[in-house]
C-alpha cells in the first residue's frame, strides 16, 4: 500500500524541479498567458508561494491543538495580489521564492507525526483530514502544472 505522506512529500519535491526548470524560459513566454483570458506562466507560479506560506503558518501550527484554524484570506485578492506581484517581479526571484517557501513547506510536513496525517481539520463549516487536504492541494498544483505544461508544448510545437 503506498504511503500517502511520501507521496505529497516526493510531489512536492517532483514540483521544485519542476519550477526549477522554468527558469530558463523566454521572458516573453514567461509573462505571455497560458491561454486567450488566462494568466500567464509567472502569475500562475507567483500565486503559488502565498497559499504554501498561508498553510505553513496558518494551518499546520494549528494541528492538535484543538484551536479553530484561522480564516483563509480572500482568494480572489491574495491570487490577484500575488499575480500582480508576479508580473512586475524578476523571473529568477519569482521562481526562488516559490521554491524557498515550498522548501519551507515540505520541512514543516516532515515535522508533523505520523498520528497527525489522519487528524481531521475544520476549515470554515467543512471537515477534512489532513491527507486529504494536503492531496487537494497537490491536486491544484498538478492542475497548473498542466496548463503550462500543455501551453510550453503548444508554443514549442508552432501551434
Known amino acids: 500500500m503506498e504511503d500517502p ?3 505529497i512529500l516526493f ?3 517532483e514540483f521544485i524541479r519542476w519550477a526549477r526548470s522554468l527558469e530558463s524560459l523566454p521572458k516573453e513566454e ?3 498567458p497560458v491561454e486567450e483570458a488566462k494568466w500567464s506562466i509567472a502569475e500562475i507560479v507567483g500565486h503559488l508561494e502565498p497559499w504554501d506560506e ?3 503558518n496558518k494551518r499546520l501550527p494549528f494541528l492538535g491543538t484543538g484551536e479553530p484554524l484561522p480564516s483563509a484570506p480572500d482568494p480572489q485578492m491574495l ?3 500575488s499575480a500582480t506581484k508576479a508580473r512586475t517581479s ?3 526571484a519569482v521562481i526562488r521564492q516559490f521554491i524557498l517557501t515550498r522548501e519551507k513547506l ?4 516532515k515535522e508533523i507525526p505520523d498520528e497527525s496525517w489522519e487528524q481531521t481539520l475544520k476549515p470554515g463549516s467543512k471537515e477534512i483530514t489532513l491527507i486529504k487536504y494536503l492531496e487537494g492541494l497537490a491536486e491544484h498544483d498538478l492542475h497548473h502544472k498542466r496548463e503550462v505544461d500543455l501551453a510550453i508544448e503548444k508554443r514549442n510545437a508552432g501551434i
Open 54 to 56: 498561508f498553510v505553513v
Open 30 to 32: 514567461w509573462l505571455r
Open 90 to 92: 524578476n523571473q529568477t
Open 11 to 13: 510531489h512536492h519535491q
Open 106 to 109: 515540505i520541512e514543516s510536513l
Open 5 to 7: 505522506r511520501e507521496n
Open 79 to 81: 491570487n490577484e495580489q
